[in-house]
């Protein structure tokens, strides 16, 4: 008997029914996709998010009552095992790092088409990141050379083997795949991620991200999956 797919469980949260509609439309193809449940506002994707207990929240950032920034910084500390990931027509930097800093996992355009944006579910749903490819480029130009992004810290105080490592991370690689492009174990790269984390006093894999392509380590031409 064939074992049935561990569906990734997803809330939607935006307070325009239509748009809600359409994402839902365009993610039910998807047979490794459940929507869970809905929500219009910031306060009904914490009642919603405590409640369903989802994988993945897709949220807006403005909205009534609480906007959904305030909701992901909640969320975040009530249920951190739930990825979430921001959904909006926003590209500017503000709005991007103010998501990372609220506890999202990524952040990706409502003109993005359907298969980036199950892209960018199935990655948050691995543990990494996944920013849009124009504002991963917004949030460079603006913030490349600033110390904080680096932590005060250099591309030089890692290793050649941690530069690697650290490369596979901003390209979206799961640990398991990191592993097998390197051909070590998996703990080897959990060892790794462990240090440079230690190392750069970064520690989370969006600002590793970050770190990565100011540094050059890696580019930031494609959709970046942290």
């Not at 914490?46 to 949220?59: E, G, W």
């Not at 951190?80 to 503000?94: G, R």
């Not at 392509?213 to 580019?219: C, E, P």
Request: hydrophobic letters at 40%; proline letters at 4%.
């Amino acid at each position: 008997m064939a074992q049935a797919i561990k569906k990734i469980r997803v809330l939607l949260v935006d307070d325009h029914p239509v748009v809600r509609v359409g994402i839902k439309a365009s993610l039910e193809v998807y047979p490794g996709i459940k929507i869970v449940g809905e929500a219009s506002d910031g306060r009904e994707a914490v009642r919603k998010a405590k409640q369903l207990s989802p994988d993945v929240i897709l949220m807006d950032i403005h909205m009534p009552k609480m906007s959904g920034l305030e909701a992901t910084k909640i969320i975040h500390k009530m249920a951190p095992k739930s990825k979430i990931l921001v959904h909006t027509m926003y590209d500017n930097h503000s709005y991007v790092m103010e998501s990372i800093r609220a506890g999202a996992q990524g952040y990706i355009l409502k003109n993005s088409p359907p298969n980036e944006l199950h892209r960018a579910i199935e990655s948050v749903t691995q543990g990494n990141s996944f920013f849009s490819s124009s504002v991963t480029q917004n949030v460079l130009e603006e913030y490349a050379g600033n110390s904080k992004t680096s932590g005060g810290r250099r591309a030089t105080d890692i290793s050649p083997r941690e530069r690697e490592v650290l490369a596979l991370i901003a390209e979206g690689l799961s640990n398991k795949d990191a592993a097998e492009r390197l051909c070590v174990s998996v703990r080897t790269i959990e060892s790794h991620r462990e240090n440079i984390m230690r190392k750069l006093d970064l520690h989370n894999t969006a600002w590793l991200t970050r770190y990565a392509v100011t540094h050059k380590i890696v580019t930031g031409a494609q959709p970046l999956k942290i």
